[in-house]
Nanobody, 124 residues
Framework: QVQLVESGGGLVQAGGSLRLSCAAS????????MGWFRQAPGNEREFVAA????????FYADSVKGRFTISMDNARNTVYLQMNSLKPEDTAVYYC?????????????????WGQGTQVTVSS
């Protein structure tokens, strides 16, 4: 049984930083893709960042480019999202997602596995 467990969310002031972690268990995604999405109240779930395990290729939403960094630890089967220069509009529940094969990497429906989400709140 595949499980994705996120951690690291919390409350931070604007301009601050947080690091989210997503630990995968039950299998590895060494040839797949893992990503982060977020959903604010009343909004659709939106793409934040993704990484292809086999190539290390990175993908970011324009809204977070230059502020967020996605990385992976193969030994720990874990993906991280380092979030710097946080803004109030970054407030959302952040979800980790994984899939074996994803061509449309920014489309949430293309991912097979999801974590339970972790709340990130940025105060102004």
């Amino acid at each position: 049984q595949v499980q994705l467990v996120e951690s690291g969310g919390g409350l931070v002031q604007a301009g601050g930083s947080l690091r989210l972690s997503c630990a995968a268990s039950g299998r590895t995604f060494s040839r797949g893709t893992m990503g982060w999405f977020r959903q604010a109240p009343g909004n659709e779930r939106e793409f934040v960042a993704a990484i292809r395990w086999s190539t290390g290729a990175l993908f970011y939403a324009d809204s977070v480019k230059g502020r967020f960094t996605i990385s992976m630890d193969n030994a720990r089967n874990t993906v991280y999202l380092q979030m710097n220069s946080l803004k109030p509009e970054d407030t959302a529940v952040y979800y980790c997602a994984a899939a074996d094969t994803v061509l449309q990497i920014r489309i949430s429906a293309r991912y097979d596995y999801w974590g339970q989400g972790t709340q990130v709140t940025v105060s102004s």
